[in-house]
């Protein structure tokens, strides 16, 4: 517990179940913790295990602004959501409380064209794309894949890979879809390995956190989503060699002072290609590993600013160091497009050693959301192994023990084994 922090009052915004991360690392630092969003309390998991939670929408400003200060409150944060992130930002600035990003740079790294051309102007490579307006669907083939994806979404919503010309309507208007903007990036489809990094800022200090080497579980309708993370990644050195120096000098000249960042790359250890990003907690929820391995977790750090406008009261790039002694393994547990009736096994994983953490972001009653997104991530298991062989061993028997069931007893969970690793 923090004697700093004992008793203030943090207001969370956002009530799903992976929100209630912040609510229990804001309790474990003795922080009184509210959650407001538009939903019932029995659809807010993090309502639920919160001290105190508000019925009001994250836009209704003025009502909420009056709560605020007839509470008493002391910070607001939210996670994991890009669409959060602006109401967040403008919330802070009416209420006068510290936020990690200003209005702007946030625009710029929740958007895909913008956060693309930030990457050219800074000399970090991107993925070859092709304009909408101008695109010829018919250079389409198996050697020339391409993928879609809208400029204004996250989660690997509205993304889809198009392998045919006579699939490109299809593929164009699935993506169109999931973009209030109704805009595309049209990107060639990358054949090689995929790296995330994570940083941790400090006072415009950037400090690199994490590399893993991300599997991914690809949808037959032509979507994808990570189902498995591996930390550190195979490429750490030649990630810090090649690319590092860049991406902080990129975001230093972006105007970037306190928070996380996080990016994906294709890459096959020489040449790199940007492709995400985001300036939030993501559902890697990689501080949990660097919490056991340095001590740090950017969790802890981001309800630490805040409170106080601080990330931390000691140089955090003292202690961060990605280049981790331990392996370390995020695996999402997917599950088919269904509606939870019962789980079966979570009690198992609960008395796993390998296990440090699990994240239920699904619960009965809950539909699992479609394939090929974030939205069909059941749960999330962070473990911790000696080796290659050792997390084979943990994975064939987290398959064979955790289940769970739509209405008619039918098994929801998709196998994995066969994809990853």
Known sequence: MNRTLKGKRLLVLGGNAISCEIVKAAKDMGVYTIVTDWNKYEDSPAKQIADDFWNISLMDYETLLNKIKECGVDGILTGFTDSYLLPYQHLCELANLPCYATKEVFETTMDKAKFKQLCRENGVPVIPEYQMESFDPSVINNKNKVIIKPVDNSGSRGVILCESPYDYQKCLKYALSFSEKKQVVIEKYMEMDSLSVSYTIQDGVLSLSTTDDRHVYKSPNGGSVTQCSLYPSKYTEAYIERMDSKVKKMYQNLGVKNGVLSLQFFTDGVDYYAMEMGHRLTGGQHYTYTKLENGVSVLDCLIHFAITGRMADYPIIEKDNARFSNL?????????????????????LKQKPEISHISQMKRVGDKIGADGTSAQKVVGLHLKVADVSHLKKVLVEIENNLHFYDDKGNDCKINFNSNIL
Do not use: M, Q, S, V
């Open 328 to 348: 370390y393994c995020h695996l999402y547990i997917l599950g088919k497009e269904e509606r939870i009736a019962k789980f079966e096994g979570l009690d198992y």
